[in-house]
């Protein structure tokens, strides 16, 4: 069933919301950038502030690869423009981030499609924010003027369809789902497309029940949930949510839902706990796939696009 449910919220805009959501950032990360700089702005750098320079890199979740390329392009740089002006070595930290988390990469969502409604799937572990990233996403949607559906493809669980539909109804987007618990969830999927197609919306989101990795059988069902709904249509985006905190615990889920769903973006919740900025860097790395948006908190605006330069100064901040 899908009537749209009468609007009771308005969700914030878009714009501004990592410059907004910046101090539950600064909070969770400060031991990087600060501690990084400080290391940093000495007239003699020695080896073993080069150790300890590496050592922060790691520790900050950055993984190995980067940790190696970035103390290498610092030391170069060290050498040519010194390191005793603090504002100079301040904004070649800069630079040096900001190019590690790679600006270029296009981390716009795919909700645009001509002539049929854009098709978004949000899979991942348990428990890592799924359903509360399409809440959080529907919002945003919304806030741009997009007609949204939601598919409660998370059948396992009896209480997720209603946690999704809460979520959509406060913004008056309406929800397919199953009364059957234990629901076929590609049929779930599927349904919600063809609601999505039937009423021309913009933009269908299907959310998919947690799934260990390492259970081949709920990756194949996962990978069904995809093949089936291409029986509709074309699926636009298939975001990967990941939780900060895990660390590099995450990278290893993330590169086999990668081979069963092609993965074309990482949301990565929960950078406002006790996660470390650095994994951004780690994640987008060792996946090829940008990290797009961000989790910075439990309320239902508290997801913001990822911006390199925003997310470095916040690292950076003193
Ligand atoms: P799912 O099992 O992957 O669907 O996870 P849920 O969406 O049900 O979320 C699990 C818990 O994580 C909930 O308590 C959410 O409020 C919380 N959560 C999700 N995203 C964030 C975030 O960015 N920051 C924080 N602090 N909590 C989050
Ligand atoms: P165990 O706890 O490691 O023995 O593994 P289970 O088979 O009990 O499941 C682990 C997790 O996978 C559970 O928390 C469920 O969320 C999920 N799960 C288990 N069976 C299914 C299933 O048939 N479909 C889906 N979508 N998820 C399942
Ligand atoms: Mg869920």
Known sequence: EAEAPVATETPEPIGGRLARLRARLVKSNNVFGKSLLALLS????????WDEIEETLLMADLGTDPTMELVER??????VEGSKDPARVKAMLREELIALIDPQLDRSLNTEAAGRPAVVMVVGVNGVG??????????????????????????????AAEQLTTWGSRV?????????EGAD?????????????ELESD???VDTAGRLQNKANLMDELGKVKRVIEKK????????????????????????????????????????GSARG?????????????????????????????????????????
């Not at 008056?172 to 059957?180: E, H």
């Not at 908190?297 to 690292?315: C, K, M, R, S």
């Open 42 to 49: 000495q007239d003699e750098i020695d080896e073993d502030v």
């Open 74 to 79: 610092l030391r170069e740089r060290v050498k």
């Open 130 to 159: 799924k359903t509360t990233t399409v809440g959080k996403l529907a919002r945003v949607l919304v806030a741009q003027d997009k007609d949204v559906i939601l598919g409660a493809a998370d059948t396992f669980r009896a209480a």
């Open 172 to 180: 008056g987007v309406p929800t397919v789902s199953s009364d059957v």
């Open 185 to 197: 969830p590609a049929s779930v999927a599927f349904e919600a497309v063809a609601k999505g197609v």
């Open 203 to 205: 933009v269908v989101m």
């Open 233 to 272: 249509s074309e699926v636009d985006e298939v975001l990967l949510v990941l939780d900060a905190t895990t660390g590099q615990n995450g990278l290893s889920q993330a590169k086999v839902f990668s081979e069963v769903v092609n993965v074309t973006g990482i949301v990565l919740t929960k950078l406002d």
């Open 278 to 318: 650095g994994i951004v860097v780690a994640i987008q790395r060792q996946l090829g796939v940008p990290v797009k948006l961000i989790g910075l908190g439990e309320g239902p605006d508290d997801l913001a696009p990822f911006e390199a330069e925003t997310f470095v100064d916040a690292l950076m901040e003193e």
